[in-house]
């Protein structure tokens, strides 16, 4: 066995779900909420891409420190991505939450459809690129290289699910959107501010989401309109492996979908990549619909 090719697939599949991780906590917090999936979701990570790659080449070229850059671009990304995520709840969802599933989940695509329309006609239907401003150090380990900019988005990443993590479990807000989770109607005669948690889930799981769009057009440094499409379906089936509303297991579960898609890119071929993460959606839903670290809990009607 080829072990620096193990070692290098396994850092490249870390990095790649460590991304994944960050857009299927948005995923995962939603639904644990207000119990729907926001289908939008990915394209609030498209529309977090575009930012930081509008403020990149806007100040790429003013001699600013690297560090300095990035970071604006990151805030930025994560900036707008929680506004726009803001938005989709008072446009898409707040006006239908005592409505049909069916319509909400008409109005989340509706809201999908719009966000990369809007993208398109703005940027483009080709493709932009990130302006080349990361270093390229590196080091080996075991015989694969890994660059310095891989540790460092890990790291971040991991970096803000902790601090999403420490948020929701020892704080008074995240004590009320856990309230909220396990009974709504509870929740509110504890008087509870319902709709102000909703928002702030959204807001969230939106910045959460920019910041992975940020990373991963620094990373690959080409995106298009439609990037949401897939990336946000892969993180969807992340946050339904590691049990839809539970933050831990989406944080493991996108790591690990990375790493599925690193391993089947490098040991069979990148167009089997898709097929295998659909596969583990499906076999999740037919197996083990609660997901790896998900709880079975009685629909409330």
């Known amino acids: 066995m080829n072990w620096s090719a193990f070692l290098q697939y396994l850092v490249s599949g870390l990095t790649i779900g460590s991304f994944l991780s960050l857009i299927a906590l948005g995923y995962t917090m939603i639904y644990g909420i207000i119990r729907l999936i926001n289908f939008a979701h990915g394209d609030v990570f498209m529309i977090g891409s575009f930012m930081g790659f509008t403020v990149l080449t806007s100040l790429a070229s003013q001699h600013i420190v690297l560090a300095v850059l990035v970071g604006v671009a990151l805030v930025a990304g994560m900036m707008v991505s929680g506004l726009v995520g803001v938005v989709i709840e008072k446009v898409a969802y707040q006006p239908l939450l005592n409505a049909s599933r069916l319509s909400i989940l008409i109005s ?63 704080t008074p807000v995240g004590t009320a959107m856990r ?38 057009g620094l990373y690959y440094t080409q995106i298009n309109f439609n990037i949401g499409f897939l990336i946000g379906l892969r993180a969807f089936t992340a946050a339904v492996l590691g049990g839809i509303g539970n933050i831990p297991g989406a944080m493991v579960a996108g790591l690990l979908i990375g790493l599925l898609e690193s391993f089947s890119a490098g040991y069979l071929s990148s167009s089997w990549t898709d097929a295998l993460v659909f596969l583990v959606l499906i076999l999740v839903l037919v197996v083990r619909p609660t997901g790896l670290f998900g709880e079975r809990v009685v629909e409330r009607v």
């Open 179 to 216: 309230a909220l989770a396990m009974d709504r109607d509870a929740a509110r005669l504890m008087g509870i501010d319902v709709q102000r948690v909703i928002v702030l889930t959204f807001l969230l799981g939106s910045v959460l989401a920019g910041a992975a769009g940020v990373m991963e």
């Open 108 to 170: 989340a695509l509706g809201a999908s459809l719009a966000l990369e329309e809007g993208a398109r006609l703005i940027f483009g239907s080709g493709f932009s690129s990130y302006p080349d401003v990361l270093p390229t150090n590196s080091f080996s380990l075991g015989g694969a290289q890994v660059s310095w900019v891989q540790v460092v988005m890990f790291l971040l990443s991991v970096a803000l699910m902790v601090a999403l993590y420490v948020f929701v479990h020892r």
